[in-house]
């Protein structure tokens, strides 16, 4: 098995190697490049353009959520920029681990539906068909609340569950995984766990939202993608919100990049077996409706999919003496505080493509937006380069101070929100 990993490395990065070596059409000039299509109607939209320079957008799509409705949104620049096709609110990008929220959503659903059975602090392994233990901790349970809060004690073994996973394409279902988990499986490595107790220390960790899928299978007999689908997405009204590639047309596809020695250099679309973790595509149209329902503790155009008390239970942090790089956790949102304000939200980080989600909790107001670029075999948004980390921060912080510019048109009531 270590040769075959062995191999697979190798082939990953050849795989790598290729994928950023599609050639783009080399007749545009770097000076084109440094160029993005942006209609500028204020000053705002002067500042989005300037940010999106630098840090390599080639399309932005932004909107900004207040009184639980959306007051403001736009799409800039080109979801082909060699073609130099336009984005708009309705392209489809990859959201990566920004999918954790909506894992998290459906896990706070099956809890509350009675006929399942199932509590939030339950040791998850009574749902499974292996014990899922820290093999240094082998007394210790798992529950929904460790898992969902990044308390497992799970490593972030990223690369390594992506090279067998996506690059061998060795199939995502129970039985590897368990191999991949458990003590003596064939895909076991001991640095699939770190050395503390659940619960009692904290690693953001994408391989633990990925059991809640499974989980979610086991427990409802359907396949997480159609669970989502039947009780998040279509509820809330998500059309163009789907875990493959080979559901959206190709003409709705943002195209993805990776900027590097002065280009952007296209990147193909590569599905992966496990969806929970990071697999959705949307658009900003469609996920803005997903952040309302949490802005409205739980519903979205009149129909509840989740009760007030759940979507506050998940904002709240669960763990509040354990930080992670400045980060508290709920239940699939993240939650900091920035100059005495508090936000809730979540990142997401794809081979070409990045998602902000974010709520101000003292008024409620949300922002969105996503972009198709970003760095080579960087997939963290804190290992990019400074200028794009800064340019994201400081679109963050203008659609923040945007949103002052529209009223709220009745009383939010916040005590129930950190």
């Given amino acids: ?9 190798i082939f990953g990065i050849v795989f790598l190697f290729i994928g950023i070596c599609i050639p783009p059409n080399f007749s545009i000039t770097l000076e084109d490049i440094d160029h993005l299509p942006v209609i500028i109607d204020d000053e705002f939209d002067s500042k989005i353009a300037e940010l999106m320079k630098k840090g390599h957008m080639p399309s932005l799509v932004a909107c900004i959520i207040k009184d639980n409705t959306t007051v403001w949104s736009k799409a800039y620049g080109y979801l082909d920029y060699y073609k130099r096709i336009n984005a708009t609110i309705d392209t489809v990008y990859p959201i990566a681990s920004v999918t954790k929220s909506v894992t998290a959503t459906a896990i706070m659903q ?18 499974l068909p292996f014990d899922l233990k820290n093999p240094r901790y082998p007394n210790v349970n798992i529950s929904f609340r460790i898992l969902l809060a990044h308390q497992s004690s799970l490593g972030d073994s990223t690369i390594r569950f ?10 995502f279902n129970l039985i590897t995984f368990q191999h991949y988990l458990v003590k003596g499986g064939v895909l076991y490595h001991p640095k699939v766990w770190n050395d503390y107790r659940p619960g009692e220390g904290v690693c953001y960790t994408t391989q633990g939202i990925d059991i809640l899928g499974l989980l979610i299978e086991q427990i409802t007999n359907q396949s997480y993608s159609d669970y989502c689908q039947n009780h998040i997405f279509k509820p809330l009204k998500m059309f163009n919100t789907s875990f493959y590639f080979s559901d959206i047309t190709r003409a709705q596809l943002v195209c993805l990049y990776i900027w590097m020695a002065g280009f952007y250099l296209k990147q193909p679309y590569i599905q992966t077996s496990n969806l929970a973790g990071g697999g959705l595509k949307t658009t ?11 802005t409205s503790g739980g519903m979205y155009d009149g129909v509840r999919i989740l009760s007030e008390e759940s979507v506050e239970e998940m904002h709240r942090a669960q763990y509040p003496g354990y930080y992670d790089g400045g980060f508290l956790y ?12 508090t936000y809730g939200g979540h990142a997401g980080n794809w081979r070409g493509a990045r998602a902000q989600m974010k ?10 937006f996503f972009w198709n ?7 963290h948004l804190n290992q990019t380069r ?3 980390r800064e340019a994201v921060k400081n679109i963050e912080k203008a659609l923040f101070e945007k949103s002052d510019e529209f009223q709220l048109t009745s009383c939010i009531e916040t005590d129930n929100f950190p």
Avoid: A
Wanted: net charge negative; charged share 25%.
């Fill in 330 to 341: 709920g239940l699939g949102w993240y939650q900091r505080t920035i100059e005495n304000e």
């Fill in 110 to 127: 099956i809890i509350e539906n009675e006929s399942y059975n199932v509590d939030l602090d339950d040791n998850v392994s009574e749902y």
């Fill in 386 to 388: 400074p200028e794009e």
């Fill in 1 to 9: 098995m270590r040769n075959i990993i062995g191999r697979g490395v």
């Fill in 373 to 379: 670029q970003n760095s080579f075999l960087k997939m």
């Fill in 359 to 368: 709520m101000r909790y003292s008024d409620k107001v949300g922002i969105l």
């Fill in 284 to 294: 900003l149209s469609d996920f803005s409706h997903f952040l309302i329902m949490h």
């Fill in 162 to 171: 992506i090279l067998l996973f996506t690059l061998l394409k060795i199939p």
